[in-house]
T-cell receptor, first 119, second 110 residues
Framework: GAVVSQHPSRVICKSGTSVKIECRSL??????MFWYRQFPKQSLMLMAT?????????EQGVEKDKFLINHASLTLSTLTVTSAHPEDSSFYIC???????????????FGPGTRLLVL | SQQGEEDPQALSIQEGENATMNCSYK?????LQWYRQNSGRGLVHLIL?????REKHSGRLRVTLDTSKKSSSLLITASRAADTASYFC??????????FGAGTRLFVKA
């Protein structure tokens, strides 16, 4: 099956620094990738939809200058948390959909997540 | 949640019993998926049901979908301690976003 990887799996950083999280589709091409965040004991909240070669579409309430998304290729999207603060500490999960096939885009494949802790 | 609600929020049952979780959503969908998440871990895809399907089975899992009521249910039969996890429904909207429900935390006692 399709595999999505994320790097790093865990990161601890100081308040005020920026952190970049990578999301890669390993064995398929993904025109669209999605970024979610999850607070402890809560559900996944969609942050933004990332389209290869164009600007990301952010959900209401998500600061685009705070969470920079770049989708430079069909297999890589990055999320940069700029000037991170303790309230940004969360579990960030990306997902991707395949671009081909009879039911293309039907199933989303999720990465294993990145746990961010901002001190 | 962004899309809808799940109930119950938490469920505690004995091993061998059945567990039923319900999900409601707000907008038109292309499909609905159920995922499992163990504490602090990634998501495990369980089952996908398309908007033109009403019921689907996979092993001990049975999913129903009622698009007129905008609701779905997940039934886990003969539960096991290893089924202890959080379960989320996720709807694939017409705009191709996948939106998650609030989730049900299932605890299966051995």
């Amino acid at each position: 099956g399709a595999v999505v990887s994320q790097h790093p799996s865990r990161v601890i950083c100081k308040s005020g620094t920026s952190v970049k999280i990578e999301c890669r589709s390993l064995d398929f091409q993904a025109t669209t990738m999605f970024w979610y965040r999850q607070f402890p004991k809560q559900s996944l909240m969609l942050m933004a939809t990332s389209n290869e070669g164009s600007k990301a579409t952010y959900e209401q309430g998500v600061e685009k200058d705070k969470f920079l998304i770049n989708h430079a290729s069909l297999t890589l999207s990055t999320l940069t948390v700029t000037s991170a603060h303790p309230e940004d500490s969360s579990f960030y999960i990306c997902s991707a959909t395949e671009t081909s096939g009879a039911f293309h885009g039907e199933t989303q494949y999720f990465g294993p997540g990145t746990r961010l802790l901002v001190l | 949640s962004q899309q809808g609600e799940e109930d119950p929020q938490a469920l505690s049952i004995q091993e061998g019993e059945n567990a039923t979780m319900n999900c409601s959503y707000k907008t038109s969908i292309n499909n609905l998926q159920w995922y499992r998440q163990n504490s602090g871990r990634g998501l495990v895809h369980l089952i996908l049901i398309r908007s033109n399907e009403r019921e689907k089975h996979s092993g001990r899992l049975r999913v129903t979908l009622d698009t007129s009521k905008k609701s779905s249910s997940l039934l886990i039969t003969a539960s096991r301690a290893a089924d202890t996890a959080s379960y989320f429904c996720a709807t694939r909207t017409v705009g191709f976003k996948t939106i998650f429900g609030a989730g049900t935390r299932l605890f299966v006692k051995a």
